[in-house]
């Protein structure tokens, strides 16, 4: 599991309005979004390869 070293950013009420956190973090995570994005692009991609061979083969 990625361990998150964060700041609060706080409002002159002391209310958290943002997180900071390192840049090493930061593109990790977002290494890790566009891994899962496209892993499941992909998924969606061979769904509707499969549906369309199934339906050829049916119409066949």
Same mark, same amino acid.
């Given at each position: 599991m990625l361990e %998150?070293? @964060?700041s609060y950013v706080? #409002? #002159?009420?002391q209310r958290p309005?943002?997180?900071q956190i390192p840049i090493a973090e930061f593109e990790k995570i977002k &290494?890790? %979004?566009e891994d899962y994005g496209l892993a499941k692009l992909m998924?969606?991609? &061979?769904?509707e390869e499969a %549906? @369309?061979?199934y339906q050829l083969q049916k119409e066949n």
């Open positions: %998150l070293h @964060k706080i #409002d #002159d009420n309005i943002a997180v &290494e890790i %979004l998924q969606e991609v &061979e769904e %549906l @369309k061979y």
